[in-house]
Each structure stands twice: as C-alpha cells, then as structure tokens.
C-alpha cells in the first residue's frame, strides 16, 4: 500500500504530558497537511509544507504546536503540555503541485491519529 | 475568508433510492475548486468528486453527481441507486485555485452524516 501513513493510530496520554505524531505521505508528493478534526466537525487547518519549507500555519496552531519535515519526507508533529482540548483526530494529507505531475490539487488523506488527553 | 456550510447534520435513504445533499459556500473568489469527501467509521476520508469553478458542466463520478449553481453559490452532492457502502460522513470542501505559493488547504463544512437503510 503506498498511501498516507500516520503513527500512531491512538494516543492516549495525561493533560501536562507531551506527544508526537508522525505522518509518511505518498512518495511522490511534495505538499503535506496537518489538519485538526474535533467531534462533530469537519478538519481544520493547522500547517502545510511544500518539501521541507512549512510555508503556512494556522492560527489555531498555538505555541505548543510545532511541526516539521526534515528532508522533505515524512513529517512530524509534536505538542507540548498537551491540554484536554487537545483531544482531538489529527490528519495527514498531501499532494503534488502543478509541475510534479499527477491528479492536481487532490489531497490524499492519511487515517488519521486520534489523541485522548485525561 | 471563505465559508462552507452544510445544512443537513444527518440524511437517512433507502438502499436503491436516490440522495441529495447540501452545500453552500461563501467565497469572494471567481476561481476556486471544490469537492466532496467522504469518511467511512473509522476509515480514512477519501475523494469522491470534484467540480473546477470554471466549468460550467457539473462533474460526474459513476453514481455520484454534483448540482453546481455559482451564483447561488451551491454545490450539492447527488447519490444515485444507493449502496450499504455509500454510509459515511460526507463532507464538503472548498479549496483556492491559486496553488502558487499558500492558501493550499481546504476548507471544510461540518459533514452530514448518511445513512441507508437496507
């Protein structure tokens, strides 16, 4: 399967305790999203990253927050004093752009990790 | 900044019938592109149609439509001979045409939730 992979699927930690999460998107693609999906509601923005730049962040990616992609490849995201409204299913989708080729715009998405702060 | 609504919390349809469901956006934008999502339980969200602003034919994927009307800014989901399968969250998306260098992420409304119903 060479689809969007995130690890791990579940987390579960204490409120204060900090967690990170990572995402392998398809190979090929040089675009990577992290969306937040909260109950009820459809994904949020958090941040992309075009290769290795990350080139946007949302405001609801708070200071605790911080995500990467060395090399370009797959990504992490860490959050720091992980707090209750955390809680939440994070996606990993990504992309190509216009000149990689490919279906364009399409955003693979990843199954997701779903985090529970106690 | 651009807005995705979907009015229908939940739909229920019978196995065979045909389903329509809501959209609307708001956007300042004349180029943009917009799709529809689906998120089976526990599954990861896949890409079940796409509609470019700019044309004015609606796009068509087997048994899933769209109504799209600009001006009203609509873009409804049509579900055609039902399936067990079709059961998921469908979210709709709206996503910038400019893919040049931010504003790549979608932007997602709330979901309606499906149900059919054997």
């Known amino acids: 399967d060479t689809g969007v992979s995130q690890d791990p699927r579940h987390k579960i930690t204490k409120r204060g305790q900090n967690v990170t999460f990572r995402c392998d998107p398809i190979?090929?693609?040089?675009?990577l999203y992290w969306y937040r999906q909260t109950l009820g509601q459809g994904p949020e923005f958090l941040t992309y990253?075009?290769?290795?730049?990350?080139?946007?962040k949302s405001r609801l990616l708070s200071d605790r927050f911080s995500a990467e992609r060395p090399k370009g490849s797959f990504s992490t995201l860490e959050i720091q004093r992980t707090e209750q409204g955390d809680s939440a299913m994070y996606l990993c989708?990504?992309?190509?752009?216009?000149?990689?080729?490919?279906?364009?715009?399409?955003?693979?998405f990843g199954p997701g990790t779903r985090l529970t702060v106690t | 900044a651009q807005t995705v609504t979907q009015s229908q919390p939940e739909m229920s349809v019978q196995e065979a019938e045909t389903v329509t469901l809501s959209c609307t956006y708001d956007?300042?934008?004349?180029?943009?592109?917009l799709f529809w999502y689906k998120q089976p339980p526990s599954r990861q969200m896949i890409l079940v149609i796409r509609?470019?602003?700019?044309?004015?034919q609606n796009a068509t994927e087997n048994r899933f439509s769209v109504n799209f009307q600009k001006a009203a800014k609509s873009f409804s989901l049509k579900i055609s001979d039902s399936q067990l399968g079709d059961a998921a969250m469908y979210f709709c998306?709206?996503?910038?045409?400019?893919?040049?260098?931010?504003?790549?992420?979608?932007?997602f409304g709330k979901g309606t939730k499906l149900s059919v119903k054997p």
């Open positions: 989708a990504s992309s190509v752009t216009r000149d990689t080729g490919g279906p364009p715009y399409e955003q693979y």
């Open positions: 190979s090929e693609h040089n675009r």
């Open positions: 990253f075009q290769n290795e730049a990350q080139l946007e």
């Open positions: 956007t300042s934008e004349s180029d943009y592109y």
């Open positions: 509609q470019e602003a700019y044309k004015q």
């Open positions: 998306a709206y996503r910038r045409a400019y893919y040049g260098g931010s504003q790549g992420n979608l932007i």
